[in-house]
């Protein structure tokens, strides 16, 4: 039997895998065997006992939110639980529908392949005729009640394409998905009580979420070299000691003689709070867009991230702190250092960078980097060590295991938000470890408007996300040896 299912499906598997689930195949002249009945009854019975405990399943989950709903709250935790647990077991149920249902086909051709030629020629129909006529797969799948299975990530939706979507027939509608429900208890709430479409939204499935936050903080992406914190509320409150260990106020260490009782010191604390500000992406789709999951799925995905983490970058180097972050460049700890003496326009020294770098805190430098407008790469790919007129910018790549471009053996990134050549932040030095920067926990939201665009029959997608940010010290250090006040980051002056 197993050469002829290898004859028939050119898979000698099948055949061991026909006998490991106990079905029976009818072999040449065997016609009055009954086995190949009650294997095709024992499967059927299996599948239509599986499509009756996904119906009870289904049933479960409605009156779970139904419940949640009549009570005009969001699922409880017990409930959420309840929930995930009935549509994994859905998901497997249907899973195992579909093997079943591709073993049925396979013997199904195994017997019609096997049957003998005076049966061959009777009508499918006429009596004493067993074999069954093999069924078309596309007619199976829509006959059977099992759904596609279902990705837990996208919180039962088939695709993101799917969830994309469903959110967009909630704004037309004004009927929503109870699986765009699911997820943050807080925006649940908020759809609810809130208008879909409008200022409601819904939260993104954490399959897509994840996908989006791993591009924003990407592993090579600066946001992960600030120090991030991620709260459920409206700002992030940092306690600081702001008196360096050097000054004379705040805690104290003491040389002591035996016995000697040392004077007690209490520290200064500085309390900064961190408002998070709400930062939107908008993705237009047209109809047709809207109807193919595929290309959905990529402009949304894509665009969405890049969208999000361009304007992050542009407020970490220049925002005002206006319902955005505030940037280094508009920071009041961050150190301006002058140009040269008769130093030309639109111009960057040696002895700028020499400066830029000694205006760091000491700790600070071992974690510096360096961010440039690309205008200025030529100005240091120019420059030369006085003297022996060794180059002071190394290219990526030209030292061993140097995968940026170093100056000052730090790394240097050309960042296009950058002010222009000749202008504050051209170039800027700085340990980003010294930045706060404070992220909703949640994630992302977002909600679909087909009123925006309506005129030119377009949609937008809107995705909601949460950022807060400002450099950690309001003022510049001032070392017990030195005039020269130092700073997390150094910008220089303009050279106009």
């Known amino acids: 039997m197993a050469r002829q299912l290898s004859t028939f499906l050119g898979l000698e598997a099948a055949a061991a895998a026909l006998f490991a689930a106990g079905v029976n195949v009818r072999l040449e002249g065997d016609d009055e065997n009954p086995t190949e009945d009650t294997a095709f009854d024992n499967q059927s019975a299996v599948i239509l006992k599986?499509?009756?405990?996904?119906?009870?399943?289904?049933?479960?989950?409605?009156?779970?939110?139904?419940?949640?709903?009549?009570?005009?709250?969001?699922?409880?935790?017990?409930?959420?639980?309840?929930?995930?647990g009935a549509t994994t077991e859905i998901a497997h149920l249907e899973a195992d529908i579909e093997l079943r249902q591709d073993l049925q086909g396979v013997r199904r051709k195994a017997m019609a392949?096997?049957?003998?030629?005076?049966?061959?020629?009777?009508?499918?129909?006429?009596?004493?005729?067993?074999?069954d006529r093999p069924a078309n797969r596309s007619e199976q799948k829509r006959k059977s009640p099992a759904q596609a299975r279902i990705n837990p990530g996208l919180n039962g939706f088939e695709s993101r394409g799917h969830f994309f979507n469903a959110v967009a027939m909630a704004a037309m509608t004004g009927q929503a998905d109870q699986r765009l429900m699911i997820g943050n208890r807080k925006n649940?709430?908020?759809?609810?009580?809130?208008?879909?479409?409008?200022?409601?939204?819904?939260?993104?499935?954490p399959d897509i979420a994840n996908e989006i936050m791993k591009k924003v903080l990407s592993e090579n992406s600066l946001l992960q070299r600030c120090a991030i914190r991620y709260t459920e509320k409206a700002e992030v409150v940092d306690f600081l000691n702001p008196d360096a260990p050097w000054e004379s106020s705040g805690i104290q260490a003491q040389w002591l003689e035996e016995r000697q009782k040392g004077s007690r010191s209490s520290p200064n604390t500085e309390e900064i709070k961190t408002p998070l500000n709400k930062l939107g992406a908008f993705v237009e789709v047209t109809e047709e867009v809207l109807g193919d999951n595929a290309q959905i799925e990529s402009m949304i995905t894509e665009d969405a991230p890049d969208a999000i983490f361009d304007s992050i970058i542009q407020a970490l180097i220049s925002g005002d702190g206006v319902k955005k972050p505030l940037g280094v460049l508009n920071a009041p700890g961050t150190v301006v250092i002058a140009k040269e003496t008769s130093q030309d326009a639109g111009t960057?020294?040696?002895?700028n960078v020499q400066k830029l770098y000694n205006g760091l805190y000491a700790p600070c430098q071992r974690r510096a980097e360096?961010?440039?407008?690309?205008?200025?790469?030529?100005?240091?790919?120019?420059?030369?060590?006085?003297?022996?007129?060794?180059?002071?910018?190394?290219?990526?790549?030209?030292?061993?295991?140097?995968?940026?471009?170093k100056l000052k053996n730090r790394d240097v990134f050309v960042q296009e938000h950058c002010p222009a050549l000749g202008t504050p932040g051209d170039i800027i030095a700085g340990d980003w470890s010294k930045y706060r920067l404070a992220l909703q926990r949640d994630g992302v939201?977002?909600?679909?408007?087909?009123?925006?665009?309506f005129e030119r029959d377009m949609g937008v997608f809107r995705f909601i996300f949460r950022v807060g940010g400002q450099p950690m010290w309001k003022v510049p250090v001032t070392?017990?040896?030195?005039?020269?006040?130092?700073?997390?980051?150094?910008?220089?002056?303009?050279?106009a």
């Open 50 to 84: 599986h499509e009756a405990r996904i119906t009870e399943l289904r049933n479960f989950c409605e009156s779970i939110v139904a419940k949640a709903d009549a009570d005009g709250r969001p699922m409880s935790e017990d409930e959420h639980e309840e929930f995930t």
């Open 348 to 351: 960057v020294n040696y002895q």
């Open 479 to 495: 070392l017990p040896n030195s005039a020269t006040p130092r700073a997390a980051f150094t910008v220089l002056a303009e050279r």
């Open 113 to 131: 392949n096997n049957t003998p030629a005076d049966r061959r020629s009777a009508p499918a129909d006429a009596p004493g005729n067993t074999v």
């Open 370 to 405: 360096w961010h440039i407008n690309q205008d200025v790469q030529p100005e240091l790919e120019n420059m030369e060590f006085p003297g022996d007129k060794s180059p002071v910018y190394l290219p990526g790549g030209s030292l061993a295991n140097a995968g940026h471009d």
């Open 188 to 205: 649940t709430q908020m759809v609810a009580q809130e208008s879909i479409g409008a200022k409601g939204g819904f939260p993104v499935v």
């Open 445 to 453: 939201s977002q909600d679909y408007s087909m009123h925006v665009l």
